[in-house]
């Protein structure tokens, strides 16, 4: 058959379909995928910034003030060092510098030191009296991970102490907020009528809406003195882990039981039914069927909750305490990874010092512990999830 | 009926919630003291008061209300208080600008004044290093000192505390650094472990300290158990009105604050009041400066003025803010320091 002419109308038609613009199209395309690689490059820029001063912080050498200071002029050659009394406390092998020259200590006396100088490729130059003596430390990844004391000021970089405190405060959250929050949810889906739902889906959204400024000066003016009475002045310290965790698991409440409740409502009404038809109550219903049909979304409302808690950082910082400290004992003052990094940062840092470097390696570490937990809660829903037809 | 019973139950719970932990939280801690409230009169506890010494005002006199502009202050939190009064009182009497003063420890308070070149005034607890005055120098700034009062640091213990009355230097480095329970010190005290709330590492008060009872060594203070570290002084009071066996140091107005709550220790037998700080018996006494520097005076006379100011009307304030006087010699010494900056001095 010979194909057909298109007649004058189809031609017009056709014209004018062809001859519109798609460019728009196009634009409108990229902006929106440059708006969602925002978040990439963001990301990006984190790790980025992160991992440049972290790197920084574990390969340079960084210099403590001793306090100490040279008693007397030095020349080039002399191997024994006249030194003030006062300062801290130095050890042979420790690495001091002077100036620019760096030296090594052999021999520890109170007024004076014997050293190796020049050392690490410094010139060995003449030194006037009273210049500052410099201690050089380097973190080991061994020393920062395992080591159980936190005082950079002298040289102690074990993070094991604020890696504690952390974890104990967001296991205290999650005993409070999970059992909670997945208890409403399941009360909303499942048993609660319009007007209880009604009442309590904006009493929840006001609670998700309090500043944590707010929620933490409510741990310490609320929370902390109901302890106390509880359990006793003396058991309970003014601040402690304890009112940090109970008051961070309330903050959380909203966001596992808004996410569980999708999770449970997602699952189909057949299954109740068939439930129901075989005779089980609501509660079996509930607890047996719809809960494990809905656990990967009820496991992942878990883990966004866990990684929020352990970035949680207001409530933390005013209530959990103010210094490092390894205790298992959730009544105690402890500091956590996210507290400590608010109160050196607040009280205004040196560029390139040992506070300012460590902050960033802390900052890694908290990036990757919520990263994993990210990763792992992808993993936990692809594996549990079902789909219903 | 019971659905109608929601709008009488929920409100009744909240009440009745909100009722029972009042008394619970109200003698404990008062939100508001957190903030930062200026200083109020209390009346100056035990000890012969001494009327502030009559120093001769060397200075031309100066108006607040003809100058204006902004006046950025910062550093040490036991400097604040007083910094606080005196611009309180420079805005009353008519300066039109804007002071801003933030506590934020002297260490942190030469980092912004000798590194960053952010602020016009440095606060400060202890004299400049030898290190910030180069980093000044390196900015452009001289450095200028004007002391401004004394303090006697205040060494305190929860009014609860019946044991603990004096402590020789000795006692108090131990107390703050290798001892673990109150045992370890005297064995008559009961065998609780010590919490220590101390100011961080940023604050002038940690520095003179260290200096002072451990020699400039920081690390056993550091290393010591059950360490609580703030910059900000009302922390630290918080934490040891709460327990017996906590013992912490500050500067004296923030004891005088909270006289109700704390009691001080004696230190070699001695307490801290005008009296054993003026005549130096007092092993804590150290003093209030203030830094500021020429260029910055002269190209911002706000600033030159706010100085003067302060060091005519100190003395009239210092012992209702809760510090003691600086000698007569020591004012003038900074008058002359500010007619030198302003290239006045004869």
Same mark, same amino acid.
């Given at each position: ?13 056709? +014209?004018? %379909? ?17 708006? !969602?690689?925002?978040?990439i490059?963001? *990301? &990006?820029? &984190? ?18 003030? @001793? ?39 052999? +021999?520890?006396?109170p ?36 080591? *159980? ?9 074990g ?10 405060? *967001? ?23 319009d007007?209880?739902?009604r009442?309590?889906?904006? @009493? ?19 929370? @902390? ?73 009820? +496991? ?11 970035g ?36 205004d ?7 300012y470097n ?16 990210? &990763? ?14 | ?18 009722g029972?932990?009042?008394? &619970? ?7 508001y003291r957190? %903030? ?30 003809d ?7 910062a ?11 005196m ?31 952010? @602020?016009d ?13 180069? !980093? ?14 004394? #303090? ?17 230097? #000795? ?12 045992? #370890? ?6 065998a ?7 100011p ?65 220790v004696?230190i ?8 054993t ?18 260029s ?8 030159a ?5 302060? %060091? ?19 004012l ?15």
């Amino acid at each position: 058959m010979p194909v057909p002419t298109p007649t004058p109308a189809e031609d017009d038609i056709a +014209a004018r %379909l062809r001859s519109r613009p798609r460019r728009f199209e196009a634009f409108i395309r990229w902006t929106l995928f440059l708006a !969602a690689a925002l978040s990439i490059f963001t *990301t &990006i820029g &984190i790790v980025y910034e992160l991992g440049r001063e972290s790197l920084n912080f574990f390969t340079r050498q960084l210099w403590e003030d @001793t306090n100490k200071q040279l008693a007397a002029a030095v020349g080039p050659t002399d191997t024994v060092l006249p030194v003030t009394r006062s300062g801290a406390a130095l050890h042979p092998d420790d690495t001091i510098r002077v100036e620019e020259e760096v030296m090594r200590v052999l +021999a520890v006396e109170p007024t004076a030191l014997t050293v190796a100088r020049g050392q690490q490729g410094t010139p060995a130059t003449a030194h006037a009296a009273g210049l500052d003596i410099y201690r050089g430390t380097r973190v080991s990844l061994v020393e920062f991970f395992t080591g *159980t004391q936190w005082a950079p000021q002298i040289g102690k970089f074990g993070m094991l102490p604020l890696l504690n405190a952390t974890l104990i405060v *967001t296991a205290i959250a999650m005993i409070v907020a999970l059992p909670l929050g997945l208890g409403i949810a399941i009360y909303l889906s499942e048993y609660a009528s319009d007007r209880a739902r009604r009442l309590l889906k904006p @009493t929840l959204e006001i609670l998700a809406g309090v500043p944590t400024v707010v929620y933490g000066y409510f741990a310490l003016t609320l929370v @902390t003195p109901l302890l106390r009475a509880i359990f006793g002045k003396d058991v309970v310290e003014v601040y402690n882990m304890a009112s940090a965790g109970i008051v961070i698991g309330i903050l959380v409440i909203p966001l596992v039981s808004s996410m569980s409740e999708d999770a449970l409502s997602a699952v189909p009404q057949s299954l109740r039914h068939a439930a129901y038809a075989l005779g089980a109550t609501k509660l079996e219903t509930a607890l047996q069927v719809v809960v494990p049909a809905a656990f990967s979304g009820i +496991a992942a409302a878990f883990i966004v909750a866990i990684s929020r808690a352990i970035g949680e950082t207001m409530i933390v910082a005013l209530a959990a305490g103010a210094g490092p400290n390894f205790t298992f004992n959730p009544f105690e003052a402890a500091e956590t990874i996210t507290g400590h990094i608010v109160r050196i940062s607040s009280g205004d840092l040196s560029y390139d010092s040992i506070d300012y470097n460590s902050i960033f390696a802390l900052g890694l570490v908290l990036f990757f512990m919520t990263l994993t937990l990210n &990763i792992i809660s992808q993993r936990v829903v692809r594996k549990f999830r079902q789909v219903y037809d | 009926m019971i659905r109608r019973l929601w709008w009488l139950v929920v409100p009744l719970l909240a009440l009745l919630l909100s009722g029972c932990c009042q008394d &619970i939280a109200a003698p404990q801690t008062d939100g508001y003291r957190l %903030l930062h409230t200026p200083v109020g009169a209390t009346a100056p506890p035990t000890g012969p008061s001494v009327a502030a010494p009559q120093v001769p005002n060397l200075l031309p006199p100066v108006n607040p209300a003809d100058y204006t502009g902004d006046i950025i202050v910062a550093g040490s939190s036991t400097v604040y208080p007083l910094a606080e009064r005196m611009a309180e009182r420079f805005q009353e009497e008519g300066f039109r600008g804007q002071i801003t003063i933030d506590s934020i420890g002297s260490g942190a308070g030469f980092e912004r004044f000798c590194v960053s070149g952010e @602020t016009d005034i440095s606060n400060a607890s202890r004299p400049i290093k030898d290190s910030e005055r180069e !980093a000044c120098r390196a900015i452009g700034r001289e450095p200028v000192e004007f002391r401004v009062g004394t #303090d006697g640091l205040a060494v305190v213990v929860a009014r609860d505390n019946d044991f603990v009355d004096n402590l020789t230097l #000795d006692e108090l480095a131990r107390v703050f650094s290798s001892a673990r329970t109150w045992a #370890d010190i005297r064995p008559e005290w009961p065998a609780e472990p010590i919490q220590r709330y101390i100011p961080g590492t940023d604050s002038g008060t940690f520095d003179f300290f260290v200096e002072v009872v451990f020699d400039k060594n920081e690390e056993p203070i550091l290393t010591a158990d059950n360490l609580q570290m703030s910059e900000d002084d009302n922390v630290l009071v918080q934490g040891i009105e709460g327990s017996p066996y906590a013992i912490g140091f500050f500067g004296y107005a923030y004891y005088e604050e909270n006289a109700d709550k704390l009691r001080p220790v004696a230190i070699e037998g001695v307490l801290p009041n005008a009296a054993t700080v003026e005549a130096g018996q007092y092993p804590l006494a150290r003093p209030l400066l203030i830094y500021s520097a020429p260029s910055i005076m002269q190209r911002k006379p706000q600033v030159a003025a706010f100085i003067n100011f302060f %060091l005519t009307h100190v003395n009239e304030e210092i012992v209702d803010v809760g510090y003691f006087p600086a000698s007569a010699e020591a004012l003038k010494q900074s008058m002359h320091n500010w007619l030198r900056a302003m290239g006045m001095e004869p």
